[in-house]
T-cell receptor, first 112, second 114 residues
Framework: GQQLNQSPQSMFIQEGEDVSMNCTSSSIFNTWLWYKQDPGEGPVLLIALYKAGELTSNGRLTAQFGITRKDSFLNISASIPSDVGIYFCAGHPQGGSEKMVFGKGTKLTVNP | GAGVSQSPRYKVAKRGQDVALRCDPISGHVSLFWYQQALGQGPEFLTYFQNEAQLDKSGLPSDRFFAERPEGSVSTLKIQRTQQEDSAVYLC????????????FGPGTRLLVL
């Protein structure tokens, strides 16, 4: 089935630093989404991208839908302790499949 | 407004026992999805409903897994004769209409099979 390669697997940063994580696929995706999951909770949508080349911001978060439609990145600027959590990329692959596919997640730790 | 709710939040089952997991989607949401999330992994698609119709069940790992949504609202995921490998978090999500629209997730049911 479809797979998303998400990196890095984990990050340890100092408060105030910027963070970047990305997701790649060998096949084309129609949408890219970024979710954050806190312990014991379900994923919460951060940013949704629907068009190749689209660059979207949500506060300190910025995400882009790659031109090739095979990749996406998420940047977090000026990290704060509450940014701690697991970030997942997800998307809908092209080709008629209705299933949303998730990456394996990036675990972010922010040291105050 | 109320989000997606799931019950129970935690379930411990003995191997071989049947379990039923409930999902209450956001009111008015037509599409409902079930995902399985193993420890340290991303959610993996199990099945998808549009109203009461189960349009895709290709992600269900075996015939021990069964899902229903008889009235197009509440859904139940049933696992028969549970095995240890069924231990995971089971997430439910709903979206207003089509599958490509934003999916809102519930908190999940954490299932532990002993």
């Amino acid at each position: 089935g479809q797979q998303l390669n998400q990196s890095p697997q984990s990050m340890f940063i100092q408060e105030g630093e910027d963070v970047s994580m990305n997701c790649t696929s060998s096949s084309i995706f129609n949408t890219w989404l970024w979710y954050k999951q806190d312990p014991g909770e379900g994923p919460v949508l951060l940013i949704a991208l629907y068009k190749a080349g689209e660059l979207t911001s949500n506060g300190r978060l910025t995400a882009q839908f790659g031109i090739t439609r095979k990749d996406s990145f998420l940047n977090i600027s000026a990290s704060i302790p509450s940014d701690v959590g697991i970030y997942f990329c997800a998307g809908h692959p092209q080709g008629g499949s209705e299933k949303m596919v998730f990456g394996k997640g990036t675990k972010l730790t922010v040291n105050p | 407004g109320a989000g997606v709710s799931q019950s129970p939040r935690y379930k411990v089952a003995k191997r071989g026992q049947d379990v039923a997991l409930r999902c209450d989607p956001i009111s008015g949401h037509v599409s409902l999805f079930w995902y399985q999330q193993a420890l340290g992994q991303g959610p993996e698609f199990l099945t998808y409903f549009q109203n009461e119709a189960q349009l895709d069940k290709s992600g269900l790992p075996s015939d021990r897994f069964f899902a229903e949504r008889p009235e197009g609202s509440v859904s139940t995921l049933k696992i028969q004769r549970t095995q240890q490998e069924d231990s995971a978090v089971y997430l439910c999500a709903s979206s207003l209409w089509r599958e490509e629209e934003t999916q809102y997730f519930g908190p999940g049911t954490r299932l532990l099979v002993l």
